[in-house]
Nanobody, 123 residues
Framework: QVHLVESGGGLVQPGGSLRLSCAGS????????IGWFRQAPGKEREVVSS????????LYADSVKGRFTISRDNDKETADLQMNSLQPEDTGVYYC????????????????WGQGTQITVSS
C-alpha cells in the first residue's frame, strides 16, 4: 500500500547535487502538507523539509537549510527536493510523506508514506 512514490535516489559525490521527486494520487489537496524525511541506519527518522498545500510555506531542518529546496506542483501531484552541496552525513533513506494539516517536523503526524529511496554520498 504505497500511497506515494519517490524517485531520483542514488550515489553522488560530496559537493554534488541530486533531485528527488515524489508522486502521488489524491494527496496533493488543500490542507495536505508534503514532507521529506530521512533515516540513517541506527538513527531515528528526522525531518528534512515540509511544504504547505497552497501558500508556499516551508520548513527545513537546520542541517539542510540553504542547501535543499522543496517544491510541489499540485496539478501534477508531484513534489521535489533539490539537494545541493551534498555531504556524507546526508546519506540515508529518504521518504516522502503527506499529512492533513500544516507542515510539521514530526514524522508521526504524517500518515501517508512512500517506500523510501536510498541516497548515498561518498567519493
Amino acid at each position: 500500500q504505497v500511497h506515494l512514490v519517490e524517485s531520483g535516489g542514488g550515489l553522488v559525490q560530496p559537493g554534488g547535487s541530486l533531485r528527488l521527486s515524489c508522486a502521488g494520487s489524491g494527496l496533493f489537496l488543500p490542507h495536505f502538507a508534503i514532507g521529506w524525511f530521512r533515516q540513517a541506519p541506527g538513527k531515528e527518522r528526522e525531518v528534512v523539509s515540509s511544504i504547505s498545500s497552497h501558500t508556499g510555506g516551508t520548513l527545513y531542518a537546520d542541517s539542510v537549510k540553504g542547501r535543499f529546496t522543496i517544491s510541489r506542483d499540485n496539478d501534477k501531484e508531484t513534489a521535489d527536493l533539490q539537494m545541493n552541496s551534498l555531504q556524507p552525513e546526508d546519506t540515508g533513506v529518504y521518504y516522502c510523506a503527506a499529512r492533513w494539516g500544516p507542515p510539521s517536523k514530526q514524522a508521526h503526524e504524517y500518515n501517508y508514506w512512500g517506500q523510501g529511496t536510498q541516497i548515498t554520498v561518498s567519493s
